[in-house]
């Protein structure tokens, strides 16, 4: 016999609308199907109502938690097309506040994680570390989530030295911090009870479904798209994180050790930052092409595809987010576990609906 | 900076898609542009880092060949463009109808004629 | 009015229960009401909790624009809280719909649904804007209280029983 139970849309895990059709076979999951909608605003068709300057605003509210990227990649791909050079210093200073914005991702997510199997004091101590990265976030752009320093031809804010200096200081903190709750993730029962062996997805299974980011390194596949050095990553040594298990703890190591990978980005980019002006001029612009830009977000590839015709409204942007791109290894996933697991393994590929929905 | 892609015909789709796949390529999304009395579908695929561009054009109207048989993750996009532009896909493995996104009660095929020389047409669903 | 009805009624304002309802938000504003769980402003020490289930709340948070798939369910949740209940609609898309006003799919603020006590703007709104928002609708929550006499509540327990007695879609699983 079997029974289909609908797991959300309102659901105590997860702030955000999931909403998965789930079959069961006593508690064993044997299908799932996403029902999307509920957050569906259709904000790619605003792109006929507001300019180009104004779209900045529009991309970074497609999520709020990783919106300085969609900012940068919208910019990226305005530029791109314009044929503009933005200054040095602007890609750097873009990097850094990108790099934080995957910090503080990454530790709510893991606090979701926690809180999903019940661990409440990691998930306190999760957030507590977070607001660490907030409070960057507040001193240097002035706003706490969405900060909007891009703009197109570069960014609105510069970092003084002073501000550089408080941010590496943050930086050591909160590695030390980290440093204390590693122990947690590596020999606790809880955890490990919970997510080894939970929601396998094999490597070639990852990549055929077109997972991306966390989720595709968590099965072995090495593959970043910073890696292809947009932005000021050219600058940068780093080496993608990878774990092979292919299950939901090797997901959870890999976004935590991307923590400290993004420490360390963000320590090399404070070195590195070169002087120089904050942005160009970018008076009256009519972009006509079309062109496709890629950035790692948080949860992984991010695809923009950006039309312009000729006039300050651009015909058409299209936004391909990295949740979009997991839903189908998500489905992949589910069948097979038993039911109490199902928070856990859709929490592990790290859903962010407003992004799939837009 | 142009976008390169490879223009090929509807009918071609499913042997390029299928050999791209046979060496190794990923999908990663397909893009919809509305052109007034057509519409631009652009697959995109990536391996290694490096992306590959197909393109058709079908005309409004036309059913398009779904290649969910042969990437399952096009599903959902294809089920998504079907709502937004009502482009029907042929041999789709989960049809949600054009009910993917969208209620009853909202406008039909919402991206259609999105662009500035009609403004109204954005404007209607408020 | 009796001893217990006392004692509910101030433990009610002093130690508010909320629900938390995602309509269509950036995430922006989600993620700053788990903050105010959350160690630095850390409001279970007022008493507020946070809970998943919408029979237990008093109070109703909503963040996001309303939209024509959510706009159902979150008028499914409304009608599952036990009176008296205030609203609060967070950020400027809880309160007008905000930058997404003009999107296709997007009917407007949450006041579009269901009536809505307290405003709380800002994209997203800080915090301490929304610790400050369910002070009000706690205020919200008392006047409600002594507004309503037993009678008028009795009258709508037998609405209710009726309605339920007499749904078409009753279904009695034996
Ligand atoms: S008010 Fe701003 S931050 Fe809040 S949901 Fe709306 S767009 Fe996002």
Redo the contacts with the bound molecule.
């Keep these: 016999m079997s029974t289909i139970i609908p797991f959300g849309p309102q659901h105590p895990v997860l702030p955000e609308p999931l909403h998965l059709k789930i079959t069961l076979k006593d508690e064993i999951v044997t299908d799932a199907i996403p029902m999307l909608g509920y957050v569906h605003r259709g904000l790619e068709t605003l792109v006929s109502i507001k300019d180009l300057d104004q779209m900045v605003q529009v991309v970074e ?1 497609v999520c ?1 938690i990783c919106s300085c990227i969609h900012a940068h990649t919208y910019c990226m791909c305005v530029e791109g097309i314009l044929g503009i050079e933005i200054p040095k210093r602007a890609e750097f200073l873009r990097i850094i506040w990108s790099e934080l914005h995957r910090m503080h991702s990454h530790l709510l997510w893991l606090g979701l994680l926690a809180d999903a199997f019940g661990m409440e004091s990691l998930f306190m101590h999760c957030w507590r570390i977070r607001e660490r990265v907030m409070d960057v976030m507040e001193a240097t752009a002035g706003n706490r ?2 900060i909007s320093i891009n703009k197109v031809g570069g960014v609105r804010r510069d970092l003084s030295p002073d501000q550089l200096r408080w941010i590496a200081q943050v930086l050591d903190e909160l590695e030390r911090e980290l440093d204390a709750i590693k122990p947690v993730l590596t020999n606790d029962y809880t955890v490990k009870k919970r997510t080894v062996g939970v929601g396998v997805l094999t490597k070639e299974q990852a990549y055929e479904l077109g997972a991306v980011g966390p989720t595709l390194r968590g099965s072995g596949v090495a593959q970043d798209v910073r890696m292809t050095g947009y932005g000021a990553y050219k600058f940068i040594d780093f080496e993608p994180v990878v774990e092979k298990d292919g299950d939901s703890y090797a997901r959870t190591m890999v976004r935590f050790r991307e923590l400290y990978q993004a420490i360390d980005i963000v320590r090399q980019l404070i070195r590195k930052l070169p002087d120089g002006e904050l942005s160009v001029k970018v008076k009256a612009a009519k972009p006509e092409g079309e062109i496709v830009c890629r950035s790692e977000q948080p949860r992984g590839e991010l695809l923009y595809y950006v039309k312009g015709n000729g006039s300050k409204f651009l015909e058409r942007v299209r936004i391909r987010t990295p949740t979009f791109a997991n839903v189908p290894p998500l489905l992949a996933m589910l069948p097979g576990i038993e039911m109490a697991d199902v928070p856990v393994v859709a929490l592990s590929i790290d859903p962010c609906i407003s992004c799939t929905e837009r | 900076m142009a976008l390169e892609t490879k223009n090929i015909a509807k009918t071609q789709l499913q042997a390029e898609v299928a050999s791209l796949k046979a060496v190794g390529y990923r999908f990663v999304t397909l893009s919809c542009v509305d052109l007034g009395d057509s519409f631009d579908l652009i697959y995109h695929f990536d391996r290694e880092l490096q992306m590959t561009h197909l393109r058709i054009t079908v005309l409004k109207g036309d059913t398009v060949p779904s290649i969910s048989n042969i990437y399952f993750a096009a599903l959902c996009i294809e089920n998504e463009i079907k709502d937004f532009f009502g482009i029907s896909f042929d041999g789709l493995i989960l049809d949600f109808g054009g009910h993917f996104y969208l209620e009853e009660e909202v406008k039909r095929y919402p991206f259609c004629k999105v662009s500035v020389k009609e403004p109204q047409a954005a404007k209607e669903g408020n | 009015m009796g001893f217990f009805t006392k004692l509910l009624e101030t433990s009610r304002v002093k130690s508010p229960w909320i629900v938390h309802f995602d309509c269509g ?2 995430n ?2 989600d993620i700053e009401i788990l903050a105010c769980l959350t160690p630095i402003y850390d409001v279970e020490r007022f008493g507020i909790l946070n809970i998943g289930n919408p029979k237990h709340a008093d109070i109703l948070i909503v ?2 624009t309303v939209n024509h798939r959510n706009a159902k369910v979150l008028r499914n949740v409304y009608d599952q809280m036990p009176e008296p209940r205030a609203v609060i609609a967070i ?3 809880g309160t007008s719909g ?2 997404f006003r003009e999107a296709y799919n997007v009917v407007g603020g949450v006041d579009k649904v269901i009536p809505v006590d307290v405003y709380v703007p800002g ?2 709104a800080k915090p301490e804007a929304i610790i400050d928002g369910v002070v009000l609708a706690l205020g919200k929550l008392k006047e409600q209280r002594t507004a309503k006499d037993t009678d008028s509540l009795a009258a709508e327990l037998h609405q209710a029983r009726e309605f339920y007695a007499n749904r078409a879609d009753r279904q009695v699983v034996e």
């Design positions: 509210r709020g989530v969405i | 938000s950036c922006g504003c963040s996001g950020g400027a898309c905000g930058i994209c997203p």
